[in-house]
């Protein structure tokens, strides 16, 4: 059986109002609340009570939070002022080509500056400024290192055109061939249209025709690993040169990928036979299934 009850009664300190919502009388529950004379408000359940003097705690939080800010900024200008953290050496790593003296004249950070006074960010951004840096990184190593951690671009292909550059496989210009690069990079003619400048990037269809048939034919047992020259010959033409001029590839821009496994199968028989002598030989792969032998002293007969 439910039972609801509302009581009203005076007493000594105020008004207080009973709420009985229990649904039987053996398990009352009460809500009680009460209004004292000094307006403060109080909510009892189950005989407990609550003030407005609750406020003491996060008060407390408060002035404690505002303590640890004050504390952290005194700690800040005691680290920036301090001696004991001069710089002493910017540290230098994923360089290859580039020399560790060139990257920590890009920081821009003497040696016996503060370490929290450089911008880490401006750091960045002025390591990554240089066209052989692909990224770069740059950390603090208190108390007294500086640590600029660099990913360099790799030489892919020279382009020969007023003078001789290198460029990375994005096409990016990395500048003169200052030091001597590992193996052969290969040749890319036909580009002295233009003046580049170290940073400056390529995007001249040409180039990607000819660095993508380097990457397709430079592993074929006619070329011997040796150093390639590309030339765009027509629209969709290209002759690759190998072994100092003794072996020329004709190739189209169409169907690059077949023609390079054309080749790959006939190379071996066209080397059994011997047929390159002094002169060497063309192949001539611009034909549908087709491979095209001729002398490069000749300009008839064929082979194929």
């Given amino acids: 059986m439910r039972r609801f009850s509302f009581k009203w009664r005076g007493n000594a300190e105020g008004r207080e109002v009973f709420l009985n919502l229990a649904r039987t009388a053996e398990h009352p529950r009460i809500v009680r609340k009460s209004v004292k004379r000094n307006g403060m408000k109080s909510v009892r359940r189950g005989g407990k009570e609550r003030t407005g003097a609750n406020w003491i705690w996060p008060a407390i939080g408060i002035l404690v939070f505002v303590e640890v800010l004050l504390l952290g900024g005194h700690a800040v200008r005691w680290a920036k002022s301090s001696r004991h953290f001069e710089l002493r050496e910017v540290v230098v790593t994923g360089n290859r080509t580039l020399r560790p003296g060139d990257i920590r004249k890009l920081v821009g950070v003497d040696p016996g500056a503060n370490i929290f006074d450089a911008e880490l960010a401006d750091v960045r951004s002025r390591v990554a400024s240089h066209p052989w840096v692909k990224r770069a990184s740059v950390r603090m190593r208190p108390p007294h290192f500086l640590q600029v951690d660099i990913l360099e671009r790799r030489p892919y292909a020279l382009i020969m055109g007023g003078e001789t550059l290198v460029v990375d496989e994005e096409g990016v210009v990395l500048g003169k061939p200052v030091t001597p690069l590992a193996g052969c990079l290969p040749v890319v003619e036909g580009f002295a249209s233009?003046?580049?400048?170290?940073?400056?990037?390529?995007?001249?269809?040409?180039?990607?025709?000819?660095?993508?048939?380097?990457f397709l034919f430079q592993d074929s047992p006619v070329i011997r690993t040796s150093c390639i020259s590309v030339r765009n010959t027509g629209p969709g033409q290209l002759r690759l040169r190998a072994l100092e001029g003794k072996v020329e590839l004709m190739v189209s821009e169409e169907r690059m990928e077949s023609q390079a496994g054309r080749l790959r199968a006939v190379a071996d028989d066209v080397l059994r036979q011997e047929k390159f002598g002094a002169g060497g030989l063309r192949f001539d792969l611009r034909f549908p299934g087709r491979v095209i032998v001729r002398p490069l002293t000749m300009d008839g007969g064929r082979i194929g």
Avoid: E, N, Q, T
Avoid at 203 to 208: H, Q
């Fill in 194 to 214: 233009r003046r580049w400048r170290p940073g400056d990037v390529i995007r001249d269809p040409r180039l990607a025709r000819s660095m993508k048939a380097v």
